[in-house]
């Protein structure tokens, strides 16, 4: 008997893998899927993969008192970030979960499948495995993908002259968490919550940008500390236009002090920031036209280091300093 008073409740691991886990997406290109001691996977034939891990820790990357549906949505959904931004199609998925015994019941185990099946059978990827523990709240997702070879987009390979692109909208992801840092009902926006839990897919725009563009990173960190990264790995400068910068328009009407600065460095977004070569411009304004991807120009790869940011609505006067926006870093 569990707390709640009805029986059965809590069951042993296998049968909560067997319940919960096994079969609840479809299994293209598995061989072998759960219940063994590993997956065999099939890749299709010419093409690399792309590999990627992310774990979520309750109280630093989620509020202790998400609902395991909610969490199931965005441990899914930030690790498909990854794959969004180096332009793979996601296949295979595994997940290494630790739950504490108070909260390990099967209406918990249930919920939490339900979120992640909810993404990944959004775009077909497959579990195939993963692992199941006791302790403190955390989930790991590692999301294979595939790529045809050699067309993976990469953080190091934007060139001076290339134009710098955001996907929708930034700031939500810092809004939502002060929304929920608030706790009073009044605050409570139903679009910030969604954006927090279940953050745009990019996969579709990764696939099309992967024949345009010419760098890509996802912004999990904050707009200037992810480009930052680019700039630093592909040895050229940044200089954006903080003017141009999409920010949706609740957002700002809601924060007007706040939107701006979480815009730059709020982190949490999982849109992606990409460059494209002059040349490629207009094959990406018809893609935006066309409405088959949201991106708006928000500056110029340069020669140098580091993101400069101007603000052409203020005469340039650079009105931001960019080291008060380089991020999260969980050992600083
Ligand atoms: P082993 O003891 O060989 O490491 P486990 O007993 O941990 O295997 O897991 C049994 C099977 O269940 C494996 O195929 C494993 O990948 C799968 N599995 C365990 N936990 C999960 C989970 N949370 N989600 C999906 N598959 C899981
Ligand atoms: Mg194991």
Not at 4 to 10: A, E, F
Not at 258 to 266: D, F, N
Request: glycine letters at 10%; a negative charge.
């Amino acid at each position: 008997m569990d707390d709640n008073g009805s029986t059965d409740s809590r069951s042993g691991e296998f049968a909560i893998i067997e319940r919960h886990f096994k079969g609840i997406t479809q299994q293209s290109g598995v061989l072998t899927g759960i219940g063994d001691d590993a997956a065999v996977i099939k890749p299709d034939a010419g093409l690399d993969l792309v590999v990627a891990t992310d774990s979520l820790l309750a109280g630093v990357h989620f509020p202790d008192e998400t609902r395991p549906m909610d969490l199931g949505r965005r441990a899914m959904s930030v690790n498909l970030s990854d794959m969004a931004a180096m332009g793979a199609q996601p296949r295979w998925f595994t997940v290494a979960l630790s739950v504490p015994r108070d909260i390990a019941v099967e209406k918990w185990f249930a919920e939490l499948s339900h979120g992640l099946s909810d993404i990944a059978n959004q775009i077909d990827c497959a579990l195939v495995g993963g692992d199941t523990t006791c302790g403190p709240l955390a989930i790991t997702i590692t999301v294979i993908g595939q790529v045809p070879s050699g067309t993976a987009l990469r953080r190091d390979t934007a060139k001076i002259g290339d134009h710098i692109y955001v996907t929708g909208t930034l700031g939500d992801g810092a809004a939502a968490l002060d929304m929920f840092s608030r706790g009073d009902a009044t605050s409570f926006c139903e679009r910030l919550f969604e954006h927090f839990y279940a953050p745009d897919l990019c996969i579709n725009s990764g696939l099309l940008l992967r024949e345009i563009a010419s760098s890509c990173i996802d912004i999990s960190d904050g707009l200037v500390a992810d480009l930052h990264h680019v700039c630093s790995s592909s040895r050229v400068a940044a200089e954006i236009d903080c003017s141009l910068i999409p920010i949706h328009a609740q957002t700002r009407r809601n924060y007007p002090d706040q939107h701006m600065h979480w815009a730059l460095s709020g982190g949490d977004d999982y849109q992606l920031c990409f460059t494209v070569p002059e040349r490629e411009t207009e094959s990406l304004k018809k893609l935006i036209f066309e409405g088959l991807i949201h991106a708006t120009r928000i500056g110029l790869i340069t020669a140098g280091d580091g993101v400069t940011i101007i603000d052409s609505s203020r005469g340039n006067r650079c009105t931001h300093q960019t080291t008060d926006y380089l991020g999260y870093d969980h050992f600083a």
